[in-house]
């Protein structure tokens, strides 16, 4: 086995070398051919990029109900990404091996070895490279790309948001102005309706509580009345409950404008804070969800591009130990 081995090698030498004195010294590396193979790679992986962003937004619909979901677009990405990186890496390794130089009087393990560091430099060049001279490029497409889908999903929320505005208070200002207004409305007796149902029969006029008179406070239901209240509610929002002596401040003031009696008027400001309070929480709730989720799909994505490039790595070293042999035979 030994013997077949060195008449192997033997055999390489021959066929591979020439006199000294006819061969000049040539460098282990041809960073000729790596170079080559490293722009196509680049120009490659660019070509390659703009086509999954044409794809990507040809199968996204800001339409509800329709287009692709968005664990299928996340997982169609990445193996985009991934497809993109075995191509480009494969190609720019098998161009360097292919046109390296042939090496004189080289054993065919050192050619072998030679070769896979093409490929791995040719791919660690056009990783360089697309990562700074390409950047602009990229950038510009994917900032694009972005905008637009920034556009498509601002023109769905838009019709969502006036739409759902009226019953779930999406916007802060709104959800709070709503409640606002809902703390001074006037009572309505229980027979308003009846009444009202009656030819000739006006509704009722007279307050619940007609004792109620204005004193030092603003204005009930006025500007001035409702930003005082909404500092109130502001400074009990952060301190967690609304205090006694608040809750019967706001009572006495829903007190002048609706009627409600003193205990009434108090059981009103204390059940609004408290749906204001619950609303807060809940839209809390839903930003540490959307921000958690943001931060695990940037964790996947960083491990995922890792991934795809140690592949591309691998993929261009193999591809050029095949180009080196098909260059050599």
């Not at 905008?147 to 759902?164: E, F």
């Not at 007190?255 to 309070?277: H, I, N, Y």
């Amino acid at each position: 086995m030994e013997t077949r081995n060195v008449n192997a090698t033997n055999d390489y030498v021959a066929t591979h070398s020439t006199s000294t004195s006819a061969v000049p010294y040539l460098s282990a590396v041809s960073w000729a051919a790596v170079f080559a193979g490293a722009t196509a790679a680049a120009a490659l992986s660019l070509i390659l990029l703009v086509l999954g962003t044409g794809l990507g937004f040809s199968a996204v619909s800001p339409w509800a109900h329709d287009g692709i979901s968005g664990t299928t677009f996340s997982v169609s990405t990445i193996l985009w990404i991934t497809l993109t990186s075995l191509v480009a890496s494969g190609i720019g390794g098998y161009i360097s091996g292919r046109l390296r130089t042939r090496w004189a009087s080289v054993h065919a393990d050192e050619v072998h070895f030679r070769d896979t560091a093409h490929g791995l430099l040719s791919w660690a060049v056009a990783t360089l490279a697309t990562a700074s001279l390409l950047t602009s490029v990229v950038s510009s497409i994917v900032s694009g790309a972005a905008q637009t889908g920034a556009a498509l999903a601002g023109t769905a929320a838009a019709a969502g948001v006036t739409a759902a505005a009226n019953t779930d208070g999406l916007k802060t200002d709104d959800m709070k102005n709503y409640y606002l207004d809902s703390l001074f409305r006037k009572a309505v007796p229980a027979d308003a309706n009846a009444q009202a149902a009656a030819p000739g029969m006006p509704a009722p006029t007279t307050p619940a509580n007609p004792t109620a008179t204005t004193n030092d406070t603003p204005p009930a239901g006025s500007a001035a009345s409702k930003a005082e209240v909404a500092r109130i509610y502001a400074n009990a929002l952060a301190a967690g409950s609304l205090p006694p002596e608040d809750a019967r401040y706001v009572g006495q003031v829903v007190s002048q404008r609706t009627g409600l009696s003193q205990a009434d008027a108090e059981k009103r400001a204390q059940d609004t804070f408290t749906t204001v309070q619950t609303k807060l929480r809940d839209a809390e709730t839903a930003a540490r969800l959307a921000a958690d989720k943001a931060r695990k799909a940037t964790a996947y994505g960083s491990l995922w591009l890792f991934v795809s490039l140690l592949i591309g790595a691998f993929v261009a070293s193999l591809a050029a130990v095949f180009g080196g042999r098909q260059r050599d035979y």
